[in-house]
């Protein structure tokens, strides 16, 4: 069935549909990562977006249950430029298109992601429209010049969980098994605000002997206090961080008493909490290929996994924070940490990868350390 895609610009490109019939809207951004489509697709940063692909060949690798970074597909439509109806992996459970289908996803495959790729970095990052309906360019159009922008849009609401919950699974192995929890007084306790969440960060933090407890995003930091944890992690999320709820409060509260590490949407919660602003990029960052300058290493450059569409501003940094990493595409801030509280800090990018290069999953190590010491000190207190 024939499907097109046309954006607010009045831009369209017209191919062939997959996965389910129908319509889907959302801001239309790339992802220059060659593999890890699934991780893609299961994303809640993702959330609200049609995401195309730059790599030309999408699903040769089929899908399967241990890949997916959430319950469910987060993306409300895939543009590739050729599906593969040939699936070759060992783990495959299923096509991608199947997938797609089951989850009620649209999927268009045929068309030039050249040339919208081009379009989206010299237009910036829109709003379209993917359809199988018969309806005229023109009619497409208007529709997607009223869709709600996603500056200025809360959509962490609509992807973080409802009430409290544990998570206690580790890494996955190659004997297709998860790592298990650690038990005994060695275990520490993370408190992780969910607006968002990769599952991949959460296993990260059980692999190194952590208990995590999800909190929703409207969690007030005195409740999480309440259950004792030993540090507090802001989450990764979708959209634009100014008009979350309540989430820069909770940090400011619990700034000084507990350590705290923020990824993507968490780390510019985390410095707008500070006094920092954000804004957003022309197209924004994504893919598993962005180089980072580590300045407290030493001009050692880290390749990155990326997925953001805003920015914290540079010129906006307040005395309170110092620069860690910065971008060495385009000079954005990639890092920062708290001069006086020295166990906050945060990253722009994404250590815990699934997809991409497992350069900085040492932030793990760290926010680890900074914990024991924290126990360490306050047991101190106490005798």
Not at 59 to 76: A, C, F, M
Not at 78 to 99: A, H, I, M, P, W
Not at 136 to 142: I, Y
């Amino acid at each position: 069935m024939k499907a097109i895609l046309v954006l607010e610009d009045g831009r369209s490109f017209e191919g062939e549909a997959f996965g389910l019939q129908g319509q889907a809207w959302g801001e239309v951004v790339f992802n220059t990562s060659l593999s890890g489509y699934q991780e893609v697709l299961t994303d809640p940063s993702y959330f609200g977006q049609i995401v195309v692909m730059t790599n030309p060949l999408i699903g040769n690798y089929g899908v399967n249950p241990s890949d997916e970074e959430s319950d469910e597909i987060q993306v409300r439509g895939l543009v590739v430029r050729e599906l593969s109806r040939t699936v070759s992996n060992y783990r495959s459970e299923k096509d991608l298109n199947l997938y797609l289908m089951e989850q009620g996803i649209i999927g268009i495959t045929g068309i030039d992601t050249r040339a919208l790729t081009r379009h989206i970095r010299e237009s910036g990052s829109m709003m379209g429209i993917l359809t199988t309906a018969c309806e005229s360019v023109k009619c497409t159009t208007e529709k997607a010049e009223s869709l709600d922008p996603m500056k200025g849009t809360d959509l962490v609401s609509s992807v973080t969980c409802r009430e409290p919950k544990e998570f206690n699974e580790g890494l996955w192995r190659f004997d297709e098994s998860f790592g298990k929890p650690a038990t005994g007084k060695d275990t520490f306790h993370v408190a992780a605000l969910d607006l968002g969440i990769k599952k991949n960060i959460l296993r990260h933090l059980v692999e190194r002997g952590c208990r995590v407890t999800l909190f929703p995003a409207h969690t007030s930091a005195e409740t999480i206090l309440e259950s004792k944890p030993d540090g507090f992690f802001l989450s990764n999320g979708p959209g634009d961080p100014e008009p979350v709820p309540n989430v820069r409060d909770t940090v400011n509260t619990l700034l000084g008493k507990l350590p705290i590490f923020g990824i993507c949407l968490g780390h510019q919660i985390f410095c707008l909490s500070q006094g920092a602003r954000t804004f957003k990029l022309k197209f924004g960052h994504r893919g598993i290929n962005h180089p980072v300058m580590d300045v407290p290493a030493g001009k050692i450059v880290r390749i990155t996994s990326q997925n953001h569409g805003f920015a914290v501003d540079a010129d906006t940094l307040p005395d309170e924070l110092e620069l860690t990493h910065y971008s060495l595409n385009d000079g954005t801030v990639e890092g920062v940490r708290h001069k006086k509280h020295a166990n906050a800090f945060s990253v722009q990018y994404h250590p815990e990868a699934s997809p991409g290069p497992q350069d900085t999953t040492d932030h793990f190590d760290l926010f680890l350390r900074h914990i024991k010491e924290h126990r360490a000190k306050n047991e101190r207190s106490l005798t």
